[in-house]
């Protein structure tokens, strides 16, 4: 016979990397005193860390010890169980467009849902509400580009969309352009300026 913390093991190495395990799922196997309790060993135990209220991951063991998993996994599992969006923040899509030399100190990630805290072993995650406009065009190209000029601001916006026009893939500059009227009136009218300098 599995004993219940075997069980919540088991069900946790099924997972892939990053993937979240709540104490929820396991309420058919027993009284929710003993599930909160099971998972309070395997977490006193180092088999489980807690990330957030009610929100466990399993840590990834490799050759050098045991770590916590990769934050995205773990915000892109997160997001999956709600159905929410989430994208990286403005500070690294405009690192990763080249518009900046910046590179982010804390993690922190764009969500459709609301604002919360992941504690991944010693470093922090941030997981912030953004308007529904920030995350529309998708985790792509012209998506990334969308959150790093919101980042950026509007008295950097004119250079930043000089320097994406020539970087971005024409689709990828087309499906921007497109979106301007679900964007902040500052964005639309640049992108409509930076458009008719072709």
Do not use: C
Request: no cysteine; proline share 8%; charged share 20%.
């Amino acid at each position: 016979m599995v004993t219940l913390p075997e069980f919540i093991l088991l069900h946790a190495k099924s997972l892939p990397e990053g993937g979240v395990l709540s104490p929820k799922e396991f309420l058919h196997m027993g009284s929710r005193a003993a599930v909160d309790q099971a998972f309070s060993r395997l977490t006193k135990e180092g088999k489980l860390l807690r990330v957030a209220r009610g929100k466990y991951v399993m840590p990834v063991s490799s050759r050098f010890g045991t770590r916590a998993p990769a934050p995205e996994k773990v915000v892109q599992a997160l997001a999956a169980q709600h159905g929410e969006v989430v994208s990286p923040h403005g500070a690294n899509a405009a690192n990763a467009l080249g518009l900046t030399q910046q590179v982010p100190i804390r993690e922190v990630y764009l969500t459709s849902g609301r604002t919360h805290h992941l504690k991944l072993g010693r470093s922090e995650v941030m997981v912030k509400h953004a308007p529904r406009w920030m995350l529309a065009l998708g985790p792509g190209p012209a998506g990334s580009a969308v959150r790093a000029l919101a980042w950026m601001g509007p008295s950097h916006v004119s250079e930043s969309l000089s320097t994406l026009h020539r970087t971005l893939p024409p689709a990828e500059w087309q499906a921007l352009t497109a979106a301007r009227a679900a964007l902040p009136s500052w964005m639309a009218r640049a992108i409509g300026e930076e458009t008719l300098r072709g």
